[in-house]
């Protein structure tokens, strides 16, 4: 992995627009979420002097440090990772979105815990579609049930879903994983969900093809995580 922070962001941006264009879909249709896990600040803070905005951690502890340490930054913090539920609260107050929700409680949790004078906390669904056991995610037969009363909760807004398929090389089995999270979305076409999140460094193409609307992104940006 070569370049700098600034190479890779726009070789990450060509990548995203190429897409695109192959998928037949609009520039500026799939936005990226920038995953600084384990990354150092100043590694966010050159990716956001490139003009990303728009960031995603999955630790917790991690992230609210990083926050802190940027707060007169106009970042759009997004939450990935799992969520324990004495979590919660910090995650309601810190995060613009959500995208690992797999389990009501949670949901009810962060509605409960959202301040009244904010904007609802965005929400997306973690779906397992490969059926991985060891990733989370909500069954996809569970999947209905869930989505349902998520979207009754006051302080959310159920965006859409989110997957981490098991990985592979094998392209056409990254679309097959990607369609399935998008079928899931279309069963569910009474909610107007408008937000498939889905692809990361290895497999952003595929998604994008099978419509993705937010890639995450770490390592084709930020090189190997640290440690
Ligand atoms: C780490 C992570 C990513 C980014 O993965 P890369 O392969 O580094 O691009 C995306 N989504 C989630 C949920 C992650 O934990």
């Known amino acids: 992995m070569t370049g700098s922070i600034a190479e890779r962001l726009a070789a990450v941006w060509r990548r995203i627009r190429a897409a695109e264009r192959t998928a037949g879909r609009e520039d500026g249709s799939v936005r990226l979420i920038a995953v600084s896990k384990s990354q150092p600040v100043e590694a966010l803070i050159a990716a956001y002097r490139q003009g990303q905005r728009e960031f995603g951690e999955n630790y917790l502890q ?12 106009d970042i759009g913090w997004h939450f990935i990772g799992p969520i324990q539920s004495n979590k919660t609260k910090a995650i309601a107050n810190r995060f613009a979105w959500v995208h690992s929700v797999d389990r009501l409680k949670i949901a009810e949790r962060l509605s409960e815990q959202r301040p009244l004078d904010f904007p609802p906390l965005n ?24 989505a349902e009363a998520v979207s009754k ?28 999270l ?6 569910l076409s009474n909610l107007e969900l408008d937000t ?32």
């Open 62 to 73: 991690e992230a609210l440090a990083k926050q802190d340490r940027l707060a007169h930054f």
């Open 123 to 146: 929400i997306c669904l973690q779906v397992n579609i490969s059926g991985e056991s060891s990733k989370g995610g909500v069954a996809v037969d569970d999947l209905a049930a869930l």
């Open 153 to 180: 909760l006051p302080r959310l807004r159920l965006r859409g879903l989110m997957a981490i398929p098991a990985p592979t090389e094998d392209v056409e089995q990254q679309r097959t994983n990607f369609r399935a």
């Open 196 to 227: 498939l999140s889905m692809g990361m460094s290895e497999d952003l193409e595929a998604a994008i093809l099978e419509g993705a609307t937010r890639v995450r992104v770490g390592t084709a940006i930020f090189g190997p995580r640290p440690g």
């Open 182 to 187: 998008r079928r899931a979305q279309e069963q």
